[in-house]
């Protein structure tokens, strides 16, 4: 296995030979300024139903069975009636074993043996058994080429973020939700925010004028460790990989792009336009496996001028904690629910209920199932809804901070949305995986005397 001692910016955005450059199926490359952002005057709340309406059954297939795909196949079911999961898809027997399991235990629902399929071929199976709706809820690494064959398939779609792990795989997923937007296809990521009244309602005042105009933002997510696997002997690379993926860039993206994505697409939901550059850095201390790192902080510039910072840890024994501070020229906002003066006073507060008191007007529902609500009243209505573009973007830009971590040095957006990054193997066998070595990430050349 090839072992590197640091790492350049050359070598990252240019040493994969997969990739294009230029039009993707249709797509222009954007510049970093062409996210629209509303007139103030405009912002107002979507409507949010806490139950979609009733309409004929859906069949919905799960690619990828594990802890938060079962989770999702429940919060399809709970969203509305006439829902079903029909059809399982996964590379281990064991995952769909135990995802079966669960089902039947939380909502009685059995899965007939011949719609359970193993194997990294099983999503095609599961998108051509007859479903309407595919939830993709793998590791982040496959998400572009099953978005792909589910809207060549015209399937709607529900799909967990990240949706990539490299601008390669973003590109990928570009083409395919712009050529959904042309079948009517309705797509939701598993970005929460977006969904939740209290988000919402706060981002709506800041955009309205309340505390003056956006200028800057903090954000954190400092919390603990991650689960991660030992090797077993009788596993192979592939093997030991797919079951420790949160711990394998490929897979994953690491941290900044698999978890910390939350808060920095919370970010780019209010300044409404990407960064043009990202500087930053990053390291590890403390993970036991796989090739990432413990925390990232990264500098993001914006063509005016106006900088945001984002910082992320996973170490057990911190201080934990998150901050989604939006500042402004007359306060700042905790996106959460928050306003304040520049004084630091509370100007204004999201209502919060007593468990006691029930107010249609300002419940907030578990936004893991208000998603999947939204997903099926527009594809009942017939009033698509698609939010892949979103979500490719702010995968870009976690990956863009990544990229600069890793090397030390500052990335442009268009340096990364050109790039010719791809990370995995080629073709997907259980057995021995090459050039995919255990090894961390170092920014910058040694030090010498």
């Not at 042309?182 to 706060?202: A, C, H, M, P």
């Not at 800057?216 to 689960?227: D, E, K, M, S």
């Not at 698509?384 to 957006?413: F, H, P």
Request: include cysteine; charge should be neutral; aromatic fraction near 8%.
């Amino acid at each position: 296995m090839e072992k590197k001692t640091f790492l350049s910016r050359r070598n990252f955005l240019k040493e994969s030979t997969v990739g294009s450059i230029g039009l993707i199926g249709g797509i222009p490359l954007i510049n970093a300024c062409t996210s629209q952002k509303n007139d103030k005057d405009d912002i107002k709340l979507p409507q949010l139903l806490d139950q979609a309406p009733d309409g004929k059954i859906l069949k919905a297939g799960l690619i990828g069975c594990g802890g938060r795909g079962t989770g999702a196949a429940i919060n399809f079911l709970d969203a509305g009636p006439n829902l079903q999961i029909v059809a399982l898809g996964d590379v281990f027997q064991d995952k769909i074993d135990s995802c079966r399991e669960q089902l039947k235990k939380e909502r009685n629902v059995e899965i007939a043996d011949e719609n359970c399929f193993v194997g990294f071929d099983s999503y095609q199976k599961v998108i051509d058994s007859g479903i309407d709706v595919v939830l993709l809820c793998t590791p982040p690494h496959f998400r572009p080429a099953h978005v792909e064959a589910s809207v060549d398939a015209e399937k709607h779609i529900f799909m967990e973020k990240p949706i990539a792990v490299d601008p390669f795989g973003v590109r990928k997923v570009l083409a395919a939700v712009k050529r959904a937007k042309t079948l009517n296809l309705s797509i939701v990521s598993g970005t929460i925010r977006r969904v939740q009244k209290d988000y919402l309602e706060t981002r709506r005042r800041v955009l309205n004028g309340e505390i003056g105009e956006i200028n800057g933002a903090h954000i954190i997510r400092n919390g603990g460790a991650l689960w991660f696997r030992n090797r077993k002997p009788e596993w192979s690379d592939m093997e030991y990989m797919l079951r420790n993926w949160v711990n394998f860039c490929w897979l994953s993206g690491d941290h900044i792009t698999e978890q910390f994505i939350h808060e920095i697409d919370v970010m780019n939901w209010y300044m409404g336009k990407y960064p043009v550059k990202a500087s930053g850095w990053g390291g590890r201390q403390r993970r036991v496996t796989g090739d990432q790192y413990d925390f990232f902080s990264i500098e993001y510039l914006y063509e005016n001028g106006m900088r945001t910072h984002c910082a992320a840890r996973q170490i057990n024994g911190c201080s934990d904690g998150k901050v989604e501070q939006i500042n402004c020229s007359n306060g700042y906002a905790d996106a959460s629910g928050k306003l304040f003066d520049k004084k630091g006073n509370v100007i204004w507060e999201y209502p919060r209920l007593d468990e006691k008191e029930s107010s249609t007007e300002w419940n907030v529902k578990d936004p893991y199932e208000q998603e999947h609500v939204n997903l099926v009243s527009a594809i009942r209505t017939g009033k698509a809804i698609n939010d892949g573009e979103d979500q490719a973007y702010s995968t870009l830009v976690t990956i863009m901070g990544r990229i600069a971590a890793y090397t030390g040095k500052d990335i442009t957006w268009d340096e990364i949305l050109n790039s010719d990054i791809y990370l995995g193997p080629k073709t997907y066998v259980m057995g021995p995986v090459a050039n995919i070595p255990e090894t961390i990430p170092i920014a910058g050349i040694p030090n010498k005397e």
